[in-house]
Structure formats: structure tokens, C-alpha cells
């Protein structure tokens, strides 16, 4: 029982344990609004969201493409007089577009429409080539992780086989017999050679996973296999599947540039970034904007997806969690001063009264 000393003030504040808050302000929030509110506070990884989303949807209004009609008063193919030798009649101040913004190239085609085009294409190519490669590596990771043995196994020596070919290699064989059918059908057959990488790292993450509570819980309630991987493992390895598919994105684009640029990718007269280099290869003395236009959109789309794939690194990572300390107010003295002079007998040990002596009789006893 509490006994309060004399002379001590009755408690007239709040108490202490209702005065101590919880200070941070995410408790009760699901996971993935905690992964969002981190990466929408990253601010590289927001701004190299933004631009690539003003980017992307700049090329296609301006070219058209699914079914959007392009604003843009020339197209990829048409052959136009040449305007002031060809030069950009882009001007940044007064602005203005002029007849050809980005020139024409050598035969007289509006090289602003296409590399509008180029940006279409190489971004199609690079979203549905991540797309195949992470759905086929995040398969064969998990179910190789999950089940070990011999399934594992096999899996395991399927990669290896896959790895030890050059992706560039395997490429240039898919892109000379599939780069005239579009880019669609390029970014597709490419994807089923470029999953190596995000197999095994879903396999190791479900090597460590799958050795977790939950999983055995799962199991033992009487889960599938296929709910267990699907439903209970893989979300919790969804941090590691997002950021390796953004650096998979990444990684695309350059391989289909290279590829256009060796002449195995996306088809004349069809254009992509990769091939306009390619085709203006000589002129990069005399008409030095033809290589530099697409130049600068194949480094400014592998940048602004490299800094989204870092803030989302950066949310998925419980380590970069930054805690807010907030500035808790002071307690008033007279709420303060009742903790302090508050005694607890507590039956069978020595209370703050006791003197020795009374100690040494009551464990005698």
C-alpha cells in the first residue's frame, strides 16, 4: 500500500504515465503507407519521379502513340526541305520552337519528332523488358528458395546457364530476328534472357525468410505451398523484388541503346534512341545535335530511374528510418513532487522505515 509522507501537496497535475506520449507517429500505420511516406520525403527520388512522368508523357502527346494523336506538326518519316541548313530553331529566349526544334537529320526529317519517337520506343522496350525479367526472376527465385533440394538445384544450374551467355550476345540474336516486329516484341523476348540477376536474389531472400515464425505458423494452420510463397514470404521480400526491378529498368534501356546501336535492335523505319546514334554516327563532326539530342534523354532517363530506384531503396530499408523527437512539455512541480516522496511496503522485504536491526530480525525469522 502507498503511503504518502506528511506535509506533501495532493497531486493536482496529470499524472506522469499519462503525461508520457508516444512520440512517434507511426504506429498503427500499414507498412506500405510507411514505405510511401518515406520515399515521397526522399527528394531526389520525387523529382526524378515528376520528371520522368513530364518526360515520358512530353514524347508521347507530342509523337502520339496508343492511340493518342501527337500534337507535333511533322512526323518520324517525313521527308521536309531543309530549313536553315537543318540547324535547331530552338530558341530559349524569346522561346520558341521554330519549324524543326532539334534540326533535321541528313535527308531532311524533323529530328525533334524523332527522337520524340526514340522516347517512346526506348521506354517502352525498358518498362516491358523490367517487367518480363522481374516477373520470371521473382518465379524462379521464390520457388527455388522455398523448396531447396533438388528443385533448387536445377533451378540454380538453369541460371547459371543463362548467366555464362553475354547478355549482349543473346541480344543481338534475338534483336536481328525480332527487332522489325516492334518494340513490344523486342522488350518481350528480351525479358525472358534478362532474369538472372533478380532470381537469385529472391532466392536468397527466401532462403533467409522462410525460416521465420510466421512461415511455420502458416504451415502448420495448413497454408498451401503457393499461399505461403505468395501470400506470406514474398510481400515480406517486396523491398528488395521493387529496388531490383528499378535497377533492372535501368539497366534496359542501356541495353537496348546498345543494342540499336549495333544494328540488332528496334528496325528502320522505326527509330529508338540507340539507332539514331547509330545512324548519325559520321555526322557527329559536321551536324554535332544529331548525336547529342538522343544522347542527352538515354542519360536523362537512366539517371532520374537510378535516383527513383534509390529512394525507394531508401523507404524499403527500415534502417534509413529517420525518428522525429518531439519537445515534450515540462511537468509542473506539484506533479513532479508526489513520485518522489511515495514509499511501497511490499510484504516480506525491508521497507524505506526499516533500521538494520529490524532487517536482520525479519530474515532471522
Known sequence: MANLEPGVPAQTGPAPTETIRHLGDDKGVSQGRLVFKRFVGHKPAMISFVLLVLIIGFAVTASGAFGIQGWWKWTYTELLPPVEQGRPTLQLWPFSLGEHPFGQDTVGKDYFAMVMRGVVNSTVVMFILGGVAT???????????????????????????????????IGAVVGAAMGALGPVVLALFLGFFAWTGMARLVRAEFLSLREREFVEAARVAGASDARIIFKHILPNAMGIVIVSATLAIAAAILLETSLSFLGYGIQAPDVSLGSLISRNESAFQTRPWLFWWPAVFIVLLSLLVNFIGDGLRDAFDPRQKNVVFRRVKELPADAAAPTAAVSMDVPGGPSASDTPADVERREGH
Open 135 to 169: 516477373f520470371i526472376g521473382v518465379v524462379v527465385g521464390s520457388v527455388a528458395g522455398y523448396y531447396r533440394g533438388w528443385v533448387d538445384a536445377v533451378l540454380m544450374r538453369l541460371t547459371d546457364i543463362v548467366i555464362i551467355i553475354p547478355i549482349i550476345v
